[in-house]
T-cell receptor, first 111, second 114 residues
Framework: QQQVKQSPQSLIVQKGGISIINCAYENTAFDYFPWYQQFPGKGPALLIA?????SEKKEGRFTISFNKSAKQFSLHIMDSQPGDSATYFC??????????FGAGTRLTVKP | DAGVTQSPTHLIKTRGQQVTLRCSPI?????VSWYQQVLGQGPQFIFQYYEKEERGRGNFPDRFSARQFPNYSSELNVNALLLGDSALYLC?????????????FGAGSRLTVL
């Protein structure tokens, strides 16, 4: 059922560094690509999202880069902070239905 | 403003039992989706409901069923529980218009099957 492949499984970054998480998808009908952030004991929360007609979207320290021809997209977290330590999920959906999630990346930002 | 609320937060069942999980969406949201999140994995899509009708179903056995009520709240039922059903069950709602793509999740119901 996993239609979105995410890497790496875990990532350790120093405070102030750049965190990069990658995702690849197969279904070209997907038209919405969000990233979710999940802290222990909480449900996932939307971080940032992009549509395939845009190659990049930036919100504060978070940037999505989207490569439609390669069917890949990535999340960049600039100036990573210890408070960013969480599990990050990429996802994809079409026509507002059936959102499919990657397996997650556990990010640890060391002070 | 209340977010998506789920109950119960934690529950323990034994194999073969049945469980019902409940979800109240954000006020005004008409679509509810259910996801299963096994420890260390991403959420897996189970069901989506909109206006009381099933709009999508993931790759789960018939032991899993759901329904949506006129007030847009929803229940997820799992029969004949197996050890492998132990997971965090997440409910998410979405609104309409510009927010139609945005899934807002509740904190989940943690099910342990012994």
């Amino acid at each position: 059922q996993q239609q979105v492949k995410q890497s790496p499984q875990s990532l350790i970054v120093q405070k102030g560094g750049i965190s990069i998480i990658n995702c690849a998808y197969e279904n070209t009908a997907f038209d919405y690509f969000p990233w979710y952030q999940q802290f222990p004991g909480k449900g996932p929360a939307l971080l940032i999202a992009i549509r395939p007609d845009v190659s990049e979207k930036k919100e504060g320290r978070f940037t999505i880069s989207f490569n439609k021809s390669a069917k890949q997209f990535s999340l960049h977290i600039m100036d990573s902070q210890p408070g960013d330590s969480a599990t990050y999920f990429c996802a994809a959906s079409r026509n507002n239905n059936d959102m499919r999630f990657g397996a997650g990346t556990r990010l640890t930002v060391k002070p | 403003d209340a977010g998506v609320t789920q109950s119960p937060t934690h529950l323990i069942k034994t194999r073969g039992q049945q469980v019902t999980l409940r979800c109240s969406p954000i006020s005004g949201h008409k679509s509810v989706s259910w996801y299963q999140q096994v420890l260390g994995q991403g959420p897996q899509f189970i069901f989506q409901y909109y206006e009381k009708e099933e709009r999508g179903r993931g790759n789960f056995p018939d032991r899993f069923s759901a329904r949506q009520f006129p007030n847009y709240s929803s229940e997820l039922n799992v029969n004949a529980l197996l050890l492998g059903d132990s997971a965090l069950y997440l409910c998410a709602s979405r609104g309409g218009g510009a927010g139609a793509n945005v899934l807002t999740f509740g904190a989940g119901s943690r099910l342990t099957v012994l």
